[in-house]
């Protein structure tokens, strides 16, 4: 027993060293780790202002190619003959939605999409000849963007479309007196989301292509299309 005593006597110096070792150490790790997780909170919290505060930027959204005919008439006049043309376009879409949003201060729910679609056709009445040109325009879809599709019919996505463009016509019109000329033109359709990665859509548009009375005589040349097409998405 007196041995077991004298032993325990003996270690108390050496306990009081090792706690004076060890607990500057465990006071320092602690505060170190405490400080470590501080950072990374603040760090976490300032990313995530700096994201919400951060202004959306407008970006190319899609890539597709869509082909087209058209029927119609130099703006009625039956002199001329029927206007028929076939067209292969390619699109390049961007989204606008941020700079309706900031700009035009509008919160459309559904997804808005700037347009660029060079294209080149073949005219077959009332000759053969060609065009080539170029659309800009804005199309708004009515779904809404945020929200997933549960089942196919949610995929079927309407659209309206607007805007204008230029085009080549190397087409001789007795009432028409220029061979480039100035794009309007409004559509609509459905786009059919395929996946996350493609889309296909089919839509109608009534386009006219006159120089804004540059020239005389004037009279202008409207068809109506119908397009067809796939889009890869981004």
């Not at 199309?139 to 230029?166: H, M, Q």
């Not at 006219?208 to 004037?218: M, Y």
Request: aromatic share 12%; glycine share 10%.
């Amino acid at each position: 027993m007196g041995f077991i005593l004298n032993f325990l006597m003996k270690m108390r110096p050496l306990k009081k060293t090792l706690a004076g070792f060890f607990a500057p150490l465990v006071m320092t790790a602690g505060l170190s780790l405490s400080a470590v997780n501080s950072a990374i909170a603040d760090d976490n919290k300032l990313e995530t202002q700096l994201q919400r505060n951060e202004p959306k930027k407008c970006r190319l959204v899609e890539k597709g190619v869509l082909v087209s005919y058209g029927y119609g008439n130099v703006n009625n006049q039956k002199t001329d003959g029927p206007y028929e043309v076939s067209s292969v376009m390619g699109r390049l879409g961007w989204d606008i939605k941020p700079f309706v949003e900031d700009k035009l201060h509008l919160h459309p729910k559904g997804k808005l999409t700037g347009l660029v679609e060079p294209f080149t056709s073949a005219v077959t009445s009332p000759d053969n000849n060609f065009e080539v040109g170029l659309n800009l325009l804005a199309k708004y879809n009515f779904r809404n963007e945020n929200k997933k599709p549960v089942s196919w019919l949610d995929k079927i996505d309407p659209y309206i479309e607007g805007g204008f463009g230029a085009i080549y016509a190397s087409q001789d019109f007795k009432y028409q007196s220029t061979k480039g000329n100035f794009l309007v033109q409004v559509g609509a359709g459905l786009d059919y989301n395929l996946n996350d990665d493609f889309l296909v859509f089919v839509g109608v548009r009534r386009r006219h292509f006159s120089n804004a009375k540059i020239q005389q005589p004037n009279r202008g040349v409207d068809i109506n299309q119908l397009i067809v097409g796939g889009s890869w998405k981004f």
